[in-house]
């Protein structure tokens, strides 16, 4: 921590030592190539070359994936998820920067989640509706599911963990977390667009949000779908600046 920078690979693997480097280079030359890499024969390619990429992240910052093109893939052998599947991240958008998933939990993980949020009955953290801002209850029009908190739940814990795992974190910080928020949209329900990020133009609160200077703010939202719907049931995820709505999967970048 007391150098000026500390190093992560593309997967957002955290380097803490020069032996792990090394293991990281062996391991690197004896794979195998990527399918992109691969010729029509499915074999890599005589111009391949195993590269392991290192990304730098200056003090008090954090790692950031950096996707190259929609489609491509990030494999994340570092995180382990209960279900022993391996968990990997697919790129469906540049700008914003945008992932699916994989693996990351299992349907048991997800019923321990729901039972307990619908159980809850403190008046924190209990279902009702929705909030926006950073402090106090403030509801409005703009949002009008409901949604409960799970903080420390057995679940809840194993899967911010494995949140912070994705991330690019090596260790578990509670303080950079948010509660689980488990959110219910019934029928007629949504959110407006909007970011995700707390915005505090007026300096009301007392946390400091810029986080341009040594403020802090939301750094990244993970989305997980407790339940399955039909393609034409609604309770999909829209990034309006994605890509245009109804453009060819392979013309967007």
Known sequence: DSLPCHFHTREGLRISSLHQLADLARERKAGSCSPEQKDNNGTCAASYKPELHIYAVPAGRVFMFAPKYVGEI??????????????????????????????????????????RALKETSETHRMKRSSTGASGYNVNNHRTSDNGFDTHGKEAQKVKKRCLGVLGFDKYEESFTDGLQVLRYNKTTAYIPHLDWIDDVNRKEEHNFDSVGVGTNRFATILLYMSDLEKSDGGETVFEKGWPVGQPEEERV
Do not use: Q, T, Y
Not at 87 to 109: A, G, H, K, T, Y
């Open 74 to 115: 990030f494999n994340l052998p570092h995180v382990e998820a209960d279900s022993g599947l391996p968990v990997w991240l697919e790129v469906i958008s540049i700008e914003p920067r945008v992932f699916d998933v994989m693996n990351f939990f299992d349907r048991e993980e997800s019923a321990a989640i729901v039972e």
